[in-house]
């Protein structure tokens, strides 16, 4: 079956750094997506990889290992505003995104 | 850009009645809408997806004639959940894909509608 599996919570102090694993199994591969989602507001996208590497936007990067089935969202300089879940998904090989449960991140001053 | 909204952002109803949620594409053409529904602390779920002009594709297990989707133009998207009932309570997302031959590559998301039946 297709399973997307990330951490429940997590908990970090405004300004250091946090990294939220995700792994997956699907059905063939067309990317990896992160969203992060404040509580009871609906996600906005943060980035998409498809190719092994590491993709830096802002504060905010992105890993990926094909081989692996790994994926990492690392944030750096917390900020209060960070406090939020962050969703994985995975595209299989129909193009379908199947959605982890979400990592919700507390941010702590 | 790439704005898309959702009425009513919250709604209460009784068991037994229908509500219905629209959802609008504001400054882009949606050919592709995506209906999704979040219980607490888990996934989204993907409800269906559909395409303006034609019949909503349901996934597996969810009932298409108590979540009737109408997709009528290229920016309004409408779900109405039939004879609801309390179990059905939940947020209900729905996002647009902007064109081209995998709408799910880009989807933006509504802001969510938060339903309670009683």
Known sequence: GQNIDQPTEMTATEGAIVQINCTYQTSGFNGLFWYQQHAGEAPTFLSYNVLDGLEEKGRFSSFLSRSKGYSYLLLKELQMKDSASYLCAAMDSNYQLIWGAGTKLIIKP | ?118
């Open chain 2, 1 to 118: 850009g790439a704005v898309v909204s959702q009425h009513p952002s919250w709604v209460i109803c009784k068991s037994g009645t229908s509500v219905k949620i629209e959802c609008r594409s504001l400054d882009f053409q949606a050919t592709t809408m995506f209906w999704y529904r979040q219980f607490p602390k888990q996934s989204l779920m993907l409800m269906a997806t559909s395409n303006e002009g034609s019949k909503a594709t349901y996934e597996q297990g969810v009932e298409k004639d108590k979540f009737l989707i109408n997709h009528a133009s290229l920016t309004l998207s409408t779900l109405t959940v039939t004879s609801a009932h309390p179990e059905d309570s939940s947020f209900y997302i729905c996002s647009a894909g902007t064109g081209g031959q995998i709408p799910t590559y880009e989807q933006y998301f509504g802001p969510g509608t938060r339903l309670t039946v009683t």
